[in-house]
């Protein structure tokens, strides 16, 4: 089970996680003989909300893709935004690939403000809406800074090699109306 913490420390989701594998007959054996070993089986509450959470997903999904091009075009155009990194803007230096290979682009994207860790902390601080989590994905929208949360490992200077600014945030689009959050992206980037 995997959950994110909202500003408060509450729980604000709760999620079941599974997957499948497709691929060559000796791999599927192999990982097939391994999961016997070490019982990777689900729960039957995780399977229950696996099951039910597929009858949406189609509809979580449009929804997502549809809110996170609305929000990188948003940001992509916000004078306090110095960088946006999304595969549906047509600024996006493999754009032309994700165009051919994509039915949609997604609810995930990154983008670095203006300013020093400080002003992204105001930033991340002031959002009312927009819950502050590691996780990547929920019904939720989520925000976190890599140099705290999936990158906190690195030093600063390892970061920056990697091409992670201490301003970048993930950004992963719930399914709140595109306009809410991006209003609240608005009024927060205007307070720093």
Excluded: W
Aim: proline letters at 2%; hydrophobic letters at 40%; a positive charge.
């Amino acid at each position: 089970m995997i959950g994110a913490l909202g500003g408060d420390g509450g729980l604000i989701a709760m999620d079941a996680m599974g997957g499948v594998l497709i691929r060559r007959e000796d791999l599927v054996k192999t990982v097939y003989e391994h999961r016997k070993i070490c019982g990777a089986v689900l729960s039957a509450f995780s399977a229950y909300l696996l099951l039910r959470g597929m009858k949406t997903l189609d509809l979580r999904v449009k929804k997502q893709n549809e809110t996170g091009l609305a929000v990188a075009r948003f940001l992509n155009q916000h004078p306090k935004v110095a960088s946006v990194f999304y595969p549906g803007l047509e600024t996006h230096d493999k754009h032309d690939v994700a165009k051919r290979q994509m039915s949609g682009f997604g609810g995930m994207l990154s983008f670095s403000v203006d300013g020093d860790f400080e002003v992204l902390k105001r930033f991340v601080g002031g959002l009312k809406y927009v819950h502050r989590a590691a996780s990547l994905g929920s019904v939720n929208t989520l925000i976190g800074p890599p140099s705290v949360t999936c990158h906190v490992e690195c030093t600063a200077q390892q970061r920056a090699a990697l091409g992670i600014s201490e301003t970048l945030l993930r950004y992963s689009c719930g399914v709140e109306d595109a306009d809410d959050l991006i209003a609240q992206l608005d009024a927060g980037l205007r307070r720093v």
